[in-house]
Structure formats: C-alpha cells, structure tokens
C-alpha cells in the first residue's frame, strides 16, 4: 500500500510516497480504499511545520481530507457495510457535543495519519455515507472546508433567511458558505482581489462583490451596501491581516465566526469595537461527525454540487499542494486516486 509521509524538507516539497503494510479493520474499524482526498490551507501548515505550535509529524500521513468505498468491516460494525461510499470526518472521535482538547487531538493529517494514502483504516463511528449524485473528488472537499462552513453559519451564526453573510475571498470555506447561505435564502456579499473569480462567485448566488485591491477600505464599501447597518454575519478567514475590518464591516450585534489564518495568527485586535458594537466572535474549528452529517443530508436533498477547481493524480501530490499555496483555485482543490 502506498501512502506519502512527511519527511525533512522545506516547505511542500517535504512529502514522499513510501509503501507501508495495508491497514486491517480493527474492532470498530473500517478500511477505506481511498478514491480522492482535498486540500486546506492547513494542510500546507501541517507539512511546512509548526502549525498549532506543535513539532512537525515526520513519518505521518498528511491531509485531513477523503472519500472513497468500505473495502473491510471490523467487528462489531453493524452501519457500514463493504462497497458503501464514505467520507471520514476530520476529528472521527468529535461525534458531537461541545470540542474537547481530546477530541481536537485526534484531527487527521497531524499527528494522527490523514487520508493521502490508497487505504486507510478509521473507527466506524467517524465516517459519513456520502450522496450519490457527488464525485469522490467532491465528496473528499467535505471534511473540513464544508463543515467549517456549515459550522460558521448555522452553529456559529445561528443564520437565518434574509440576512446578509459578508464573506472574505474565494477559497474553499468561503465558497461553501456562499453556497449554504444561498440554499438558506440569504444575501451575500463576497471579496476577492481578482475581477474573474467575482464573477464566478456572483454565478454562483453572489449579490453584491468587491474588489479589494481596486477598494483597499472595503469595509466601507460594505456598509455602504448595506446602508450603513453592516453585514449580519461574516465569515472570517483571514484572521489577524482582515479581523479588525471585518469588525468595522458587521452591524451592532452581529457576529464574526473566526477560522482563518491566511494572514497569520497575531496582530492588534480592535476590542474596542467588539465592546462598543457588542459583536459576537465565534472560534470555529470545523465541526463533529453529527454536524457533518446534518450538513451532508441538506447538500444531498438540494444537489448540491460541491465546486473543485483542479483534480491534481495521486503521483502529483507536491503539484496539489504547489497550485493550493499560490493562492490560484476557486473553492477546492483535490487529488484522485481513481
């Protein structure tokens, strides 16, 4: 069985295939011929180093992200059954209820194998059924990036239809959330420093873009689409770089579900509007295997079409990653194995 590990190196070139023993269901296990797996923003974190102040895993299997066919069944697994196609959750231990630093420990593709293997075998619990009508390549975006998503709007934001959700650029959470935000009847506003990816977004649902390049006070530019009130909910990728005009762009009261950290993880925070506005800020690392799983019904009822922008082979995994860190996709980038 082939699976790539992390090894010394710089930056995502520090990856290699290596042939390990193929995994066995264990009691309460699965084994799952991986068919595809998905890229984050901290997966690259993972394999450059550092991420979350912890060591570099080297000799473990990178990436969170997968879907493929039950190929074993353990004992005592009665819901799964060989042939089923799944998608594990990003923490299989996190089944639902409040996050526990325990439950955090054992997200994959850290120090946990991830899903950039041919075969790997998780506890049954934590795997989902995924809808027929989605690719592999689809379903492997699910994980992280949709459940983040999904997380950040209905947990977080507790969102409701006919509000307005700001969203910052147009990476993989982001265009999930402008997707469920529009299945749940609600107005979006997006950014992007780049003019073609706001016009994929507004054919997409979006409705109201800004260039943040050409509108470097962009916040501005939000109130004034949303006279002068602000958004309701935003979605926060960018973290300490974006957090203080995102601040600026919500209305009283609003609510900010902060996940990224594209642009680092520590600058000044404006409290003072966080008091004076009285805004709510929601840490939200992804979800539970139950949050998943509510999520994956509604994209099954409204066939949904999770959007993958390149579909990389198992052998270019380091071109995966390379296209993922230049910033270029729209929505998901994935890695077949099919």
């Known amino acids: 069985m082939r699976a790539y590990e992390i090894i010394e190196g710089e930056g995502v070139d520090s990856i290699a295939l290596r042939d390990r023993p193929a995994p066995v269901a264990r009691q309460g296990q699965v084994v799952i011929d991986v068919k595809a797996c998905s890229l984050n923003f901290r997966d690259l974190n993972v394999i450059r180093g550092g991420y979350g102040g912890t060591d570099k895993p080297f000799g ?99 969102l409701k239809p006919g509000q307005t959700v700001l969203l910052l650029g147009t990476g993989g959470v982001s265009i999930f959330a402008l997707q469920f935000a529009k299945l749940s009847g609600a107005r979006v506003i997006i950014t992007s420093s780049d003019d073609a990816k706001l016009e994929r977004a507004r054919q997409l649902g979006a409705d109201d ?15 004034a689409l949303t006279g002068g009130q602000g958004a309701d909910i935003a979605v926060e990728v960018g973290g300490p770089g974006t957090l203080n005009k995102t601040l600026q762009a919500v209305r009283f009261s609003g609510s900010i579900s902060l996940m990224g950290v594209l642009t680092g993880f520590e600058d ?37 079409q999770p959007v993958v922008d390149r579909v990389f082979g198992f052998d270019d995994a380091a071109d995966a990653l390379r296209f993922q860190e230049s910033g270029g996709h729209f929505g998901k980038v994935a890695i077949s194995l099919e």
């Open 209 to 223: 873009t800004i260039n943040y390049r050409n509108t470097p006070d962009w916040h501005d530019a939000v109130l």
């Open 60 to 158: 473990s299997i990178p990436l969170s992200d997968g879907a493929g066919i039950v190929a074993q069944i353990g004992d005592g697994v009665t819901d799964v059954s060989v042939g089923d196609r799944v998608s594990p959750a990003f923490m299989p231990g996190h089944l639902d209820g409040p996050l526990t630093a325990e439950k955090q420990a054992g997200s994959l593709g850290a120090q946990v194998d991830g899903m950039l293997a041919e075969q790997v075998a998780l506890p049954a619990s934590g795997i989902v059924k995924i809808p027929d009508h989605l690719s592999f390549a689809q379903a492997a975006t699910l994980p992280c990036a949709a459940v983040t998503a999904w997380y950040a709007l209905f947990v977080g934001g507790a």
């Open 268 to 304: 000044k925070v404006d409290t003072l509007s966080i008091l004076r506005k009285n805004i709510k800020v929601q840490g939200t690392y992804v979800g539970s295997v139950a949050v998943m799983r509510e999520m994956v019904r509604a994209i099954d009822v409204n066939r949904m």
